[in-house]
């Protein structure tokens, strides 16, 4: 999945000549936490809603406040690698620059709504957790298994603290006959959960 296909464009921004009050309203009015800074088009900073609650009463101008040279990341970099880019420099938010030119921004509301879709959550799904049987490659055996029975899996990973373990989220019309697939392998299933959204169908 790629930024240009999670960002938020247009993006609302502010010059550093503006007022820190026009930047405050301006947040309030969109409901936003960042603020990208442009002068002759070009990216030169952004402020944060936490910059404009703090200002110091002497601050006139967003150009007081701003973080210069935020760090950006390009339209077709993947939504993970935001993900990490973000948590490894514990910011919020990151602009989307293509040859110097502001193409939107990402933030960590994005990647979240990013990974709620791609684990199919949102979605009439089930998890599934299952015990495996002894034997090398369960993981593999699991997807072949789901996919002959016309599933579709979303995900699947072993518990950290029983590697026998494998939690799953997948999507079927009869989820029974996933059940007794998987259990016609060789593999204990020992919890259903449907999602929300399946339950509410």
């Given at each position: 999945?790629?930024?240009?296909?999670?960002?938020?464009?247009?993006?609302?921004?502010?010059?550093?000549?503006?007022?820190?009050?026009?930047?405050?309203?301006?947040?309030?009015?969109?409901?936003?936490r960042h603020l990208p800074v442009i002068q002759r088009q070009?990216?030169?900073?952004?402020?944060?809603?936490?910059?404009?609650?703090?200002?110091?009463?002497?601050?006139?101008?967003?150009?007081?406040?701003?973080?210069?040279?935020?760090?950006?990341?390009?339209?077709?970099?993947?939504?993970?690698?935001?993900?990490?880019?973000?948590?490894?420099?514990?910011?919020?938010?990151?602009?989307?620059?293509?040859?110097?030119?502001?193409?939107?921004?990402?933030?960590?509301?994005?990647?979240?709504?990013?990974?709620?879709?791609?684990?199919?959550?949102?979605?009439?799904?089930?998890?599934?957790?299952?015990?495996?049987?002894?034997?090398k490659g369960p993981e593999q055996q699991v997807r072949e298994?789901?996919?002959?029975?016309?599933?579709?899996?979303?995900?699947?990973?072993?518990?950290?603290?029983?590697?026998?373990?494998?939690?799953?989220?997948?999507?079927?019309?009869?989820?029974?006959?996933?059940?007794?697939a998987l259990e016609a392998a060789g593999f204990a299933v020992?919890?259903?959960?449907?999602?929300?959204?399946?339950?509410?169908?």
């Amino acid at each position: 999945m790629l930024v240009r296909n999670r960002m938020s464009h247009p993006v609302v921004t502010v010059e550093p000549r503006h007022a820190v009050a026009d930047a405050r309203q301006l947040l309030h009015r969109h409901g936003f936490r960042h603020l990208p800074v442009i002068q002759r088009q070009r990216l030169v900073g952004i402020v944060t809603d936490r910059d404009l609650r703090s200002a110091p009463a002497k601050a006139i101008t967003v150009a007081q406040l701003m973080s210069p040279k935020p760090w950006v990341i390009a339209p077709d970099s993947s939504v993970d690698e935001a993900a990490r880019l973000l948590r490894q420099r514990k910011i919020g938010a990151l602009p989307v620059v293509e040859n110097g030119r502001l193409l939107g921004i990402l933030t960590a509301s994005d990647i979240l709504d990013a990974f709620v879709d791609i684990s199919g959550v949102a979605q009439p799904t089930f998890r599934l957790v299952v015990a495996a049987p002894k034997g090398k490659g369960p993981e593999q055996q699991v997807r072949e298994v789901v996919q002959k029975a016309r599933g579709e899996l979303k995900w699947l990973h072993r518990d950290s603290r029983d590697a026998s373990r494998l939690h799953l989220r997948l999507r079927a019309r009869g989820i029974d006959d996933v059940v007794y697939a998987l259990e016609a392998a060789g593999f204990a299933v020992t919890a259903v959960i449907a999602s929300s959204a399946s339950r509410r169908s």
